[in-house]
T-cell receptor, first 112, second 114 residues
Framework: TQLLEQSPQFLSIQEGENLTVYCNSS?????LQWYRQEPGEGPVLLVT?????EVKKLKRLTFQFGDARKDSSLHITAAQPGDTGLYLC????????????FGKGTLLTVNP | EPEVTQTPSHQVTQMGQEVILRCVPI?????FYWYRQILGQKVEFLVS????????KSEIFDDQFSVERPDGSNFTLKIRSTKLEDSAMYFC????????????FGQGTRLTVV
């Protein structure tokens, strides 16, 4: 069974601070996706990383896939209150297994 | 921007009743999925569907569950005899390809079994 552990579970910071959240597993994933989820809504895709060591940037968000494709990180620079939300990572197992295994998420609160 | 749409947004049903949750995936997508999220817990895979058949299902997806793509646009999840523990948000998702492709999720249906 593939598991994804996200840390921290909760993070409360002040506007303007930088932060990093982590997504770790003992399993190798063929790709890893980061989502943001608002209360009562579906996950909204932010980015997909596929290649080990890959780095993708989305404005102030930087995503990295570990070299061994077992872990990933999301770094936010100069966080804003609009960044508040639940950040989920989800790994795809590869082969004919297209299902996503989700982590429990990091609930980020950015205080003005 | 194309999106996955789900109906209804909320469904309340009595234990033992059948429910059908409906989804319209993104039109050119070929792979379809159902996930669920019990309140306060992580999103869990239920089933994937491709080429008019189930390609994979989880242990949660027992004989009470079934999926169908009746008309080439809708993708439905049926729960035959609901249980209290079926109460959850149910998310439909679709992707254009299988491996290493982006899955887009609908807004979800909140199912409450009473």
């Amino acid at each position: 069974t593939q598991l994804l552990e996200q840390s921290p579970q909760f993070l409360s910071i002040q506007e303007g601070e930088n932060l990093t959240v982590y997504c770790n597993s003992s399993s190798v994933f063929s790709s890893l996706q980061w989502y943001r989820q608002e209360p009562g809504e579906g996950p909204v895709l932010l980015v997909t990383v596929v290649t080990g060591g890959e780095v993708k940037k989305l404005k102030r968000l930087t995503f990295q896939f570990g070299d061994a494709r077992k872990d990933s990180s999301l770094h936010i620079t100069a966080a804003q209150p609009g960044d508040t939300g639940l950040y989920l990572c989800a790994g795809e197992g590869g082969g004919s297994n297209y299902k996503l295994t989700f982590g429990k998420g990091t609930l980020l609160t950015v205080n003005p | 921007e194309p999106e996955v749409t789900q109906t209804p947004s909320h469904q309340v049903t009595q234990m033992g009743q059948e429910v059908i949750l409906r989804c319209v995936p993104i039109s050119n997508h070929l792979y379809f999925y159902w996930y669920r999220q019990i309140l306060g817990q992580k999103v869990e895979f239920l089933v994937s569907f491709y080429n008019n058949e189930i390609s994979e299902k989880s242990e949660i997806f027992d004989d009470q569950f079934s999926v169908e793509r009746p008309d080439g646009s809708n993708f439905t999840l049926k729960i035959r005899s609901t249980k209290l523990e079926d109460s959850a948000m149910y998310f439909c998702a679709s992707s254009s390809q299988g491996m290493n492709t982006e899955a887009f999720f609908g807004q979800g249906t909140r199912l409450t079994v009473v």
